[in-house]
């Protein structure tokens, strides 16, 4: 998955804490070996070949995922887009700084969850587009926190704390010392101090971001969030977090609500009980938090 894993199992012996473990590292290992586009056998690399010409059969577990993209899409208004690593690549390596071309509008043209066809009965998927391919980035590790928590549950673990890189976190149970698990979000111009902090029993929360910090603690945007609607980057240094029960729901939002409007995001809050989001802005030079939940909306 490109990131730290980490996994705290409260209560088992040193024994049982490391055969769970081992359950896990194989199940991460298993969707790693599906999913990832940097390896030619995975699934999905098989997919981005076969689909652009002709129709690919996918197993079960694969199609349900796509299924799953395209309907994040259609509810987020198109704000999750799984196709658009072109255009990534496009501003990150070509052009940054400059102004859009006709390689950018040809780029848009081919690109975009519209060109996915699946056809439910057979089980298939087929491109309308030669250039595009599928990129579960947005996807995978909340994917691989759901798998996780169907294997807790099938184990004698009453509660965990299951993290990416403390980008995809997963808290199952009370915490130990009783109540809530506490996820605190990055105040990334105070280093060590939280922006703000989720109270979380049995859920997940996930963070997506379009910067990083540079060597001099500055932050840098790495033109890797594209508005599918606009086809740009997102220019202001901003993360999003999203609290939910579903880890894959978690995942999805965080990335969708990056490039979504705030009316638009508590559109899709107010379909999901216990959902929360914040969105932190950066562009002052200190942490701008907006909360989006029920209440507010």
């Known amino acids: 998955m490109g990131t730290r894993f980490n996994a705290i199992l409260p209560g088992l012996d040193s024994e049982e804490g490391d055969r769970v473990f081992q359950l896990i590292k194989r199940e991460?290992?298993?969707?790693?070996?599906?999913?990832?586009?940097f390896r030619p056998d995975s699934d999905v690399s098989e997919m981005n070949r076969i689909a652009k010409s002709h129709q690919c059969e996918l197993d079960d577990e694969l199609f349900d995922i796509m299924k799953a993209c395209v309907w994040c899409s259609g509810i987020t208004g198109g704000a999750f887009d799984v196709t658009l690593r072109p255009l990534m690549e496009y501003w990150k390596n070509k052009h940054q700084g400059k102004q859009p071309d006709h390689e950018w509008e040809e780029l848009r043209k081919s690109l975009g969850m519209h060109h996915i066809?699946?056809?439910?009965a057979n089980k298939t998927i087929k491109f309308s587009s030669s250039q595009l391919e599928v990129d579960l980035g947005g996807f995978g590790k909340g994917y691989a926190l759901e798998k996780i928590r169907e294997m807790i549950d099938n184990v004698r673990v009453t509660c965990a704390f299951i993290s990416f890189g403390e980008s995809s976190v997963l808290a199952l149970g009370n915490h130990p010392a009783g109540g809530a698990w506490k996820i605190g979000i990055n105040d990334y111009t105070k280093p060590g101090l939280p922006a703000y902090?989720?109270?979380?029993?049995?859920?997940?929360?996930?963070?997506?971001?379009?910067?990083?910090?540079?060597?001099?603690?500055?932050?840098?945007?790495?033109?890797?969030?594209?508005d599918p609607v606009t086809g740009l980057p997102v220019d202001q240094c901003v993360s999003v977090s999203v609290m939910a029960q579903s880890p894959v729901l978690a995942e999805m939002m965080s990335t969708a609500f990056l490039v979504m409007a705030d009316e638009k995001i508590y559109e899709v809050l107010d379909q999901y009980e216990g959902m929360e989001a914040v969105k932190i802005n950066y562009e002052s030079g200190e942490a701008q938090i907006i909360l989006f939940d029920k209440i507010n909306s």
């Open 197 to 226: 902090r989720f109270e979380v029993i049995d859920g997940s929360v996930s963070t997506s971001s379009n910067f990083y910090v540079a060597d001099d603690g500055t932050l840098k945007n790495h033109l890797h969030v594209i």
């Open 28 to 37: 991460i290992s298993r969707i790693e070996g599906k999913l990832t586009r």
């Open 117 to 120: 066809h699946l056809d439910e």
